[in-house]
């Protein structure tokens, strides 16, 4: 059985994972939200404004009211700088699952943060929501995702084929991982 619960703070090593806050606008816009590279492999659009942000922020903090909802900033601890986020965009609470989505800024990728954010959310589905199992996806051109992905020890389950219709009107197919409980 799940235990009901929304997002909380998480330490590691090198991050602080935590909850939004509008104050997060300036580093979210210069770190990730506003560049289109990070944004085309979060399959998300470009923010080209910090009032855009702003807005984007508000609709993440709003939804901290409500159980089940769990989205982080992921802020580099030495630099205070928000660096990306990650989440469990899909919660599926019959049976027992969730899916984790994420994001680097440019900046900061190839320094292992994605993988120690991706490890720190994994064990708490596991250990704080009780989940049976956790998956990530990510775009068949995207090999930076994947290698994150490996890391955290994921097995591969199959690659969906022209799953997403990307802006431009090309689909691509995502490639599916996941672990079970008794295997992290």
């Not at 997060?24 to 560049?35: I, K, L, P, T, Y």
Request: glycine content about 6%; some cysteine.
């Amino acid at each position: 059985m799940l235990n009901i619960s929304t997002t909380n703070e998480i330490n590691t090593e090198r991050l602080l994972l935590r909850r939004f806050k509008p104050s997060d606008v300036d580093s979210v816009h210069r770190n990730w939200a506003s560049d289109p590279d990070v944004q085309l492999n979060y399959g998300e659009p470009v923010y080209k404004t910090k009032a855009r942000v702003s807005k984007l922020l508000d609709s993440y903090i709003r939804k901290y009211e409500k159980p089940w909802y769990f989205r982080w900033a992921i802020v580099e601890k030495a630099s205070g700088e928000c660096i990306g986020q990650i989440a469990y965009f899909l919660v599926d609470t019959g049976n027992e699952f969730a899916e984790i989505e994420y994001c680097i800024g440019t900046a900061f990728q190839g320094k292992g943060y994605a993988t120690e954010a991706c490890k720190a959310v994994i064990r708490y589905g596991f250990e704080q929501i009780n989940l049976h199992k956790v998956q990530i996806c990510c775009r068949t051109e995207n090999p930076k995702s994947k290698r994150v992905i490996e890391k955290c020890g994921l097995t591969y389950e199959g690659t969906l084929r022209d799953y997403f219709k990307m802006s431009e009107g090309v689909f691509e197919g995502r490639m599916y991982y996941s672990v079970l409980r008794d295997e992290f």
